[in-house]
């Protein structure tokens, strides 16, 4: 089932504003590598405002678009965010758009993991700074065995876009 975008992060908004935790199927490759598009899933909760910090994962609302990308810094009146997986750049939004903070990853839809635990946390800090390399490392991750997935996919997707 294919469900518009808006209608559907309405509808996790509205849960969150709630209490409620929701699980959402992540997508696109922003985030690599700790979280890969078209495989994991991620546990959302609401989040009050003066609780973001930076290496926060959140969603948030950002240019007519929902985003899940890594808090990197937060001040009175801004929040910046940035994918993991991107190598130039951030976003800089007002912290009302933030409209949940990840609360847990979902490897291939099951094994819970914490994003927040020493070791993932000591991971994501070495990745930033590894800042400069980041693209270079991208590639080489990308091209690993256990990555052919991801090739295939973008291979697949730029195939569709050629043929419509």
Request: with cysteine; hydrophobic share 40%.
């Amino acid at each position: 089932m294919i469900i518009d975008n808006d209608v559907l992060f309405t509808r996790v908004e509205d849960l969150l504003l709630q209490g409620k935790k929701v699980t959402i199927p992540v997508k696109g490759y922003s985030m690599l590598p700790f979280i890969h598009g078209e495989r994991d899933l991620v546990e959302l909760e609401h989040v009050e405002l003066s609780g973001l910090r930076a290496m926060d994962i959140v969603l948030f609302h950002y240019g007519g678009r929902y985003v899940l990308h890594r808090v990197t810094a937060v001040s009175d009146g801004r929040v910046d965010i940035q994918g993991d997986g991107v190598v130039s750049g951030c976003e800089h939004c007002p912290p009302g758009r933030v409209i949940g903070r990840a609360t847990a990853i979902l490897r291939r839809g099951k094994r819970r993991v914490d994003p927040y635990g020493d070791s993932a946390l000591g991971r994501v800090r070495l990745w930033h700074k590894l800042l400069p390399y980041r693209r270079y490392l991208l590639i080489i991750y990308r091209l690993l065995p256990w990555n052919w997935w991801i090739l295939l996919q973008q291979l697949r997707e730029r195939r569709s876009r050629v043929n419509k």
